[in-house]
């Protein structure tokens, strides 16, 4: 006989099946979901990382303006040397707090501003703005934009209707200049925009002008972190392009390293100005900018330079006679003491100083009121080349040529790259190759008189770029990269302008450039 199997026993094997299948997918979606939550984990430990690692480069940043904002700082604990410092700024450490994982930031810094910049070279420290030609400052300085135009064709690939561009983008009128461009120049593009014809923002908004390229602009540092990487070999020899000789972020406030006002060298006020130079140049050099100011130069005859004397002496000489019958002039002048001169403080000022240079190898005369006898001559006491350095430096750091609160940005020539300082007016290549030669035996922080006492450069040229140069900055732009201790973990990268303000300073640009990759450190 056939066994029958009841009902109940197939439905037991149909719900054992189910159950089977039951844990099979619970299994499954139990597994699943651990994954999830172990990629979601490390996702979340990837980004608390990366976090992590940007506060190591922000503080790499906020360290570097505490240094730079205090001259103490820079002098005792930098040695002088912001630029090129890895004791200080190459792998410095973080302390973790409670639990947390320690960290390292360092600040690393295109090549050496000696003119070099296709070496692959980098330094560990900051880099100066200063040390660049700032485009608002320039045209601030020459409303008609020869100047800015000028320097800007003296930077190499840089064309005829490029800098003619980029003139017209910041000058005030709409009237292109001969290869320019202003408004309908821009009215054709997609998306069309005007011509700002005003003082630029950043560097970046050079992309907005007529035949400005990126690579032009940045060159072939793709990931903008100054060093030469090893993907960028391919784009040839090391360049950043126009962004190493430019700028608008450099600023230079009227005042000395503390924070104090100079003292305005051309004011009226001669009482004023005598007792304030005083006691920081010494009486004698201050005694003699009073007279220069009220008498002004004087030749080796110790005739007065002026247009008025000038004529009058041409004048008497086509008589015959000695200009008007005067027999001062025919007499031989006596040379004076500074130090026994008693100023007339009450005689107004006829003469201004448009450089501090003007005060070297010069003398003044004073006319005897005893019209029968001679005139006296002062010889300017820097004069004497032993103390041009010391006596012209503290001229530099006490008075400025400048009334207003802020100067127009002006070319640090102790950092400026040979790019740049062949940009200046009436600079020379010579000029520029004796710059270079002989500032790096020069403290970062000498004064402009390094340039006639140790350069020997000459007094005509001296003269003529004073008003475009300077060896103070406050400016200055960081780069710092963010890393754990064990150099494991991702890489953060910030880029910051930092103005010093006189130990308050501010951040006026940062950028996040971790997007862009990690950044190859620097042998050394």
């Known amino acids: 006989m056939r066994m029958r199997v009841r009902r109940s026993d197939r439905r037991s094997a149909v719900v054992l099946l189910a159950v089977l299948v039951a844990i099979v997918v619970l299994s499954l979606s139990a597994y699943q979901f651990s994954d999830r939550s172990a990629a979601e984990y490390q996702a979340a430990d990837n980004a608390h990382q990366l976090v992590q690692a940007r506060c190591f480069a922000d503080s790499g940043v906020h360290m570097a303006a505490a240094m730079l904002a205090n001259p103490d700082n820079i002098d005792e604990m930098l040695g002088g040397n912001p630029?090129?410092?890895?004791?200080?700024?190459?792998?410095?450490?973080?302390?973790?707090?409670?639990?947390?994982?320690?960290?390292?930031?360092?600040?690393?810094?295109?090549?050496?501003?000696?003119?070099?910049?296709?070496?692959?070279?980098?330094?560990?420290?900051?880099?100066?703005?200063?040390?660049?030609?700032?485009?608002?400052?320039?045209?601030?300085?020459?409303?008609?934009?020869?100047?800015?135009?000028?320097?800007?064709?003296?930077?190499?690939?840089?064309?005829?209707?490029?800098?003619?561009?980029?003139?017209?983008?910041?000058?005030?009128?709409?009237?292109?200049?001969?290869?320019?461009?202003?408004?309908?120049?821009?009215?054709?593009?997609?998306?069309?925009?005007r011509c700002k014809n005003g003082p630029m923002d950043s560097l970046d908004e050079l992309l907005l002008v007529r035949g400005v390229t990126r690579d032009l602009l940045y060159g072939s540092d793709l990931n903008r972190n100054g060093v030469h990487d090893p993907?960028?070999?391919?784009?040839?020899?090391?360049?950043?392009?126009?962004?190493?000789?430019?700028?608008?972020?450099?600023?230079?406030?009227?005042?000395?390293?503390?924070g104090q006002a100079l003292l305005w060298i051309n004011d009226v006020d001669l009482a004023s100005l005598y007792e304030k130079l005083a006691p920081e140049v010494g009486d004698e050099?201050?005694?003699?900018?009073?007279?220069?100011?009220?008498?002004?130069?004087?030749?080796?005859?110790?005739?007065?330079?002026?247009?008025?004397?000038?004529?009058?002496?041409?004048?008497?000489?086509?008589?015959?006679?000695?200009?008007?019958?005067?027999?001062q002039a025919s007499a031989a002048p006596v040379e004076g003491n500074l130090g026994e001169?008693?100023?007339?403080?009450?005689?107004?000022?006829?003469?201004?100083?448009?450089?501090?240079?003007?005060?070297?190898?010069?003398?003044?005369?004073?006319?005897n009121k005893d019209r029968k006898k001679p005139a006296t001559v002062y010889k300017s006491p820097l004069n004497e080349p032993s103390v041009q350095k010391d006596m012209l430096g503290k001229l530099f750091q006490t008075a400025t040529l400048f009334e207003n609160a802020l100067v127009p940005a002006r070319i640090n020539v102790n950092t400026a790259p040979k790019e740049v300082?062949?940009?200046?007016?009436?600079?020379?290549?010579?000029?520029?190759?004796?710059?270079?030669?002989v500032r790096a035996q020069i403290p970062f922080n000498s004064t402009p008189a390094w340039l006639l006492a140790d350069a020997g450069m000459k007094l005509d040229t001296l003269r003529k770029i004073d008003k475009y140069v300077t060896t103070r900055t406050q400016v200055f732009r960081v780069h710092s990269v963010g890393q754990f201790a064990d150099g494991k973990g991702p890489m953060a990268r910030i880029e910051a302008i930092i103005d010093?303000?006189?130990?308050?300073?501010?951040?006026?640009?940062?950028?996040?450039?971790?997007?862009?990759?990690?950044?190859?450190?620097p042998q050394q």
């Open 83 to 193: 630029y090129d410092n890895p004791d200080q700024f190459r792998d410095a450490p973080i302390t973790p707090a409670a639990g947390g994982l320690a960290g390292k930031f360092t600040l690393v810094a295109p090549p050496d501003p000696d003119g070099s910049l296709n070496s692959s070279s980098s330094r560990y420290g900051v880099s100066d703005e200063g040390g660049k030609i700032n485009l608002n400052s320039m045209m601030k300085v020459d409303p008609s934009g020869d100047t800015l135009y000028n320097a800007l064709l003296k930077l190499p690939n840089m064309t005829e209707e490029i800098a003619a561009a980029i003139v017209d983008w910041i000058d005030s009128d709409t009237t292109p200049r001969e290869n320019g461009a202003e408004n309908d120049a821009y009215s054709g593009n997609t998306p069309s925009y």
């Open 231 to 258: 993907d960028e070999a391919a784009r040839g020899e090391y360049s950043r392009g126009w962004s190493a000789f430019l700028t608008v972020h450099s600023h230079e406030p009227n005042r000395d390293a503390l």
């Open 500 to 521: 010093t303000n006189y130990g308050r300073p501010r951040i006026v640009q940062w950028r996040d450039w971790t997007e862009l990759g990690k950044t190859s450190l």
């Open 285 to 327: 050099l201050a005694k003699f900018v009073i007279l220069y100011r009220q008498y002004g130069p004087a030749n080796a005859q110790g005739q007065q330079q002026s247009f008025g004397l000038s004529i009058a002496t041409m004048l008497g000489a086509g008589k015959g006679g000695n200009g008007g019958g005067s027999q």
């Open 341 to 367: 001169v008693e100023l007339n403080v009450s005689k107004l000022p006829q003469k201004k100083i448009n450089s501090m240079f003007d005060l070297v190898n010069v003398q003044i005369s004073i006319p």
């Open 421 to 437: 300082l062949s940009a200046i007016p009436e600079m020379t290549e010579a000029d520029v190759q004796l710059i270079i030669s």
